[in-house]
């Protein structure tokens, strides 16, 4: 069970690296779009985003199939896997529709805050309960940790473009 379970922690990591790049970049997009003096910044942010969302889908997949086969020895209390799964599928469906059918940003901006939340309460789900201190203070390095490593990734885009602006925003 040990090397089962190292895997799934891979791949929940490689997860939450991609998803907070993608969410944390999406959440800046919905802040660039209705500022105009960033037009040009929000044109190549949104063209990042497609192939990141293709990737995602492919890892969430892996990632409940791990968990619901290694949940009798990794998770603690299965209702709460199986709620927080459903909530953050309904989020992903709703994004997903959002990005197919309307394509509003206030949609993007606070799914992508949302979902990497629901997904450290699950990895917090694991190890603890939600009574604890230590639960909410993973919610909050995960919401700043989302919008640090997504900076991050849009700076260095952005100095690499040539784009001023953006590395400013």
Not at 21 to 41: K, M, P, Q, W
């Amino acid at each position: 069970m040990q090397i089962s379970s190292a895997m799934l922690c891979f791949v929940l990591y490689a997860y939450v690296i991609i998803a907070a790049v993608y969410f944390g970049i999406s959440f800046y997009a919905y802040r660039l779009v209705d500022n105009h003096e960033y037009d040009e910044t929000y044109k190549w942010v949104k063209r990042y985003l497609s192939p990141v969302l293709e990737i995602m889908n492919g890892f969430v997949l892996f990632l409940f199939i791990g968990l619901i086969a290694f949940s009798t020895s990794l998770v603690g209390n299965k209702t709460t896997l199986f709620v927080l799964g459903i909530i953050i599928f309904m989020l992903l469906g709703i994004r997903i529709g959002n990005t197919v059918f309307w394509n509003e940003r206030k949609v993007d901006g606070w799914t992508g805050m949302l979902i990497p939340c629901m997904l450290a309460a699950i990895v917090t789900n694991i190890e603890h309960e939600y009574y604890q201190l230590h639960f909410w203070l993973i919610i909050v390095l995960t919401i700043l940790s989302v919008l640090y490593i997504s900076t991050v990734v849009l700076t260095y885009i952005a100095h690499e473009k040539g784009d001023v602006k953006g590395t400013r925003f």
